[in-house]
């Protein structure tokens, strides 16, 4: 199973310095079937069910509403090859939400492309 690495060592923006004193910054998302699949939002939100167990949770911390974190749930795992996301719906045990292999597969992928990136901004000199 693949290492991810907290969305708190990550940066929605990549910037690095030119030549000329001017920046040059940048976002990373993935796309399929012309729709967002990854993004750095995205992948927070995988990151947090990973870490609370669910995805009201998840939701909560990120001050975002439990039906918006549902359908980016579900639009990811549509979107992917194998589900990010497996879910157990409530009762009298409780629901809860976790990372598939694939899922933390797909969080480490998409940092390690992040910090790619950032590796080639910093190193891009116009």
Known sequence: MPKTRKSSEHNAMVAGQMQSGMQIKGRL??????????SWGRVVL????????????????MQMSFSHAWHLVEEMNGLA?????????????????WLTEAGQKAVADF????????????HERL
């Open 81 to 97: 090859p194998a589900p990010l996301v497996e879910k157990q719906a409530g009762g009298r045990q409780g629901g809860g939400a």
């Open 29 to 38: 998302w993935i796309e399929n079937q012309g729709r967002t699949y990854l």
């Open 46 to 61: 995988l990151e947090r069910i990973g870490e609370h167990g669910s995805v009201s949770a998840a939701a909560k911390s």
């Open 111 to 122: 940092w390690a492309l992040v910090d790619r990136f950032q590796g080639w901004i910093e």
